[in-house]
C-alpha cells in the first residue's frame, strides 16, 4: 500500500513541504511543496495539522524503575547515595510480573511521546527474573515498536568492593552463557530489524574487569553493540582513581572497549584528552539531561564529543531518576540544559538531531533517525492545538520552546501505532491501575 503523508504544517526533512509517500515500510519519496506523488497512492492522510519529525529514538534507560518513582527513599539524593536506597528495594521486590508491567509502561510512555525505537539498559535479574530479555522482546512485540535489548550484568557485590546488593548479581559465567542464548534468539541485523541485541555490563563500580573484557569480546564475535554508564558522577571517577589506579577512559581502553561499537551512558566527566580519544575511536554517548538535572550529576560536553566524532543521543534514563519516560520532554530538557552549558547558538535542531540520527547512530543504524527515501517510515507528528503553543510563530522550534508532551500520531515500519494521541490496542486505564497496585508493594518495602 502506498500512503501519502500530505502537506505537514512543518516537516523535520529538507525538501518536503508537501510529504512523504510510505510503502512497504519505508519512506519511498519525499515531495516538495505544492507537488504530487509520481505514482497513485492508495491511502492519503491530511497533516496539515501536524509538525511531522522522525520517530524519536531512546538510547539509554531503566524499565523497572517505573515501579520506584519519587520513592521517598531516594529523593533529593546524588548518584551513590540514591543507588544504596533503593538498590536493596529492587533486589527485594522485582519479580516477572510487575517488571513486565514496568516494561509494559515504560515502552507505552514513549511511544506516546514520539519515540519509535528503544533501547533499555536492563540489568538487574534477580532470581526469577532469568528471563528478563524475553519479556521485554514479548512487550515491545505487542506494541510494535522497534527495541535493542541491552542485556546489562551485575557480578560485583558490596563484599567484593562494588554496591550490588547480592540478591542483584549473577555468576559471570551465567551471564555470558546468557548474552549468547539471546543473541541467537533476537539479534537480528537485517535492515528494518523490530529487535537487535546490546552487551551492557552496568558499571565500572559494580561489574569485574574480567566480566568487561570478556563481554567486549562476545561482542565482537556476534557484531553486537557494547553499552555501559560511564562517568557519570564526580564519585565515579574518584572511584576508579582509588581502586584501579587510573580514571574511567583509561579502565574502559584497558578492557578493551575503545571502538566504534560502543556507546556510553552519561560520558559527563571527561576531560580535554579523554573527549579526543574517544571520538577518535568513534565511541558513542547518550547524553541524559533530565537524569543528570535530577541527580545533580553535571553537564555532558556534547559539543566537544560531537567535534572530536563521537555520536551523541538522547536518552531518558530511568525513570526513578528522571521519573518520566517522555523522550519529546527530553529533547526539551537537552535544549535547555546545553544552552546553559554552552551558549544560545545551541539550537532546536541540534536537540532534534541527537535523538534522532545521533541516536540511531548510537545504536549503530543507518535505516532509521531521518525522514529520507529509502529510510524506515518512522515518524512522529505533533499538533499545537494546545493553549501552550497559541502565538508560536515557527512550528518546529515550537515543539521543543513551548514543551511538546505528546504526539498525536505515530508511525512505526509504516503502520500507525499511535492515534489521535492514543496507543493502538492499549488499554491505558487498566495499565495505569495494574502498574499502580504492583508500585504499592515497592512502597512497602521501604
Known amino acids: 500500500?502506498?500512503?501519502?503523508?500530505?502537506?505537514?504544517?512543518?516537516?523535520?526533512?529538507?525538501?518536503?513541504?508537501?510529504?512523504?509517500?510510505?510503502?512497504?515500510?519505508?519512506?519511498?519519496?519525499?515531495?516538495?511543496?505544492?507537488?504530487?506523488?509520481?505514482?497513485?497512492?492508495?491511502?492519503?492522510?491530511?497533516?496539515?495539522?501536524?509538525?511531522?519529525?522522525?520517530?524519536?529514538?531512546n538510547t539509554h534507560h531503566h524499565m523497572f524503575q517505573t515501579l520506584t518513582r519519587a520513592h521517598p527513599a531516594a529523593i533529593n539524593k546524588e548518584l551513590f547515595p540514591w543507588l544504596m536506597a533503593l538498590f536493596p528495594i529492587w533486589a527485594r521486590s522485582i519479580n516477572p510480573d510487575n517488571f513486565r508491567l514496568a516494561t509494559r509502561l515504560a515502552l507505552t510512555e514513549l511511544l506516546m511521546s514520539g519515540c519509535t525505537t528503544v533501547s533499555d539498559h536492563q540489568y538487574f535479574f534477580t532470581p526469577g527474573l532469568e528471563n528478563a530479555m524475553d519479556i521485554q522482546a514479548e512487550e515491545a512485540a505487542k506494541l510494535?515498536?522497534?527495541?535493542?535489548?541491552?542485556?546489562?550484568?551485575?557480578?560485583?557485590t558490596q563484599a567484593m568492593g562494588g554496591n550490588a546488593p547480592d540478591g542483584g548479581v549473577q555468576d559471570k559465567d551465567v551471564i555470558l552463557a546468557d548474552c549468547e542464548r539471546i543473541i541467537g534468539r533476537y539479534h537480528d541485523l537485517s535492515d528494518g530489524a523490530m529487535t537487535q541485541v546490546a552487551l551492557a555490563p552496568c558499571a565500572p563500580f559494580n561489574v569485574t574487569k574480567q566480566l568487561m573484557i570478556e563481554t567486549a569480546q562476545l561482542a565482537e564475535k556476534h557484531n553486537c553493540r557494547l553499552h555501559t554508564h560511564l562517568a557519570e558522577t564526580q564519585d565515579e571517577v574518584d572511584y576508579c582513581q582509588s581502586r584501579f589506579q587510573c580514571r574511567p577512559v583509561d579502565y574502559l581502553e584497558d578492557a578493551g572497549w575503545m571502538t566504534d561499537r560502543v556507546w556510553l551512558a552519561h560520558g559527563i566527566h571527561f576531560n580535554d584528552d579523554e573527549v579526543k580519544r574517544l571520538g577518535r575511536a568513534g565511541v558513542g554517548v547518550c547524553h541524559c539531561p533530565t537524569s543528570n538535572m535530577v541527580l545533580a550529576s553535571g553537564q555532558c560536553r556534547t559539543r566537544e564529543l560531537e567535534q572530536a566524532g563521537s555520536p551523541v543521543g538522547l536518552g531518558v534514563d530511568g525513570s526513578a531518576s528522571n521519573d518520566n519516560s517522555n523522550l519529546i520532554e527530553g529533547v526539551r530538557h537537552a535544549l535547555m540544559m546545553n544552552r546553559l552549558t554552552y551558549d544560545a547558538t545551541i539550537t532546536h535542531f541540534d536537540a532534534f538531531r541527537w535523538a534522532t540520527e545521533g541516536s540511531a547512530k548510537c545504536l549503530g543504524r543507518n535505516d532509521i533517525g531521518k525522514i529520507a527515501v529509502g529510510k524506515q517510515a518512522d515518524l512522529a507528528l505533533y499538533t499545537l492545538d494546545e493553549l501552550r503553543f497559541s502565538g508560536a510563530g515557527d512550528p518546529l522550534a515550537a515543539l521543543v520552546l513551548c514543551g511538546a508532551h505528546s504526539a498525536d500520531r505515530v508511525m512505526l515500519k509504516g503502520d500507525w501505532r499511535v492515534i489521535d494521541a492514543m496507543p493502538v490496542g492499549v488499554d491505558i486505564s487498566r495499565l495505569r491501575r495494574e502498574h499502580g497496585e504492583a508500585a504499592k508493594a515497592f512502597l512497602q518495602a521501604f
Not at 510494535?144 to 560485583?156: A, K, Y
Open 1 to 57: 500500500m502506498r500512503i501519502w503523508i500530505k502537506n505537514p504544517l512543518a516537516i523535520l526533512a529538507d525538501n518536503a513541504g508537501g510529504g512523504l509517500v510510505v510503502e512497504h515500510g519505508r519512506i519511498v519519496e519525499l515531495i516538495a511543496s505544492g507537488g504530487a506523488p509520481s505514482a497513485p497512492v492508495e491511502v492519503t492522510f491530511d497533516a496539515s495539522r501536524h509538525v511531522i519529525t522522525p520517530g524519536l529514538v
Open 144 to 156: 510494535g515498536i522497534r527495541m535493542t535489548l541491552t542485556r546489562g550484568s551485575l557480578d560485583m
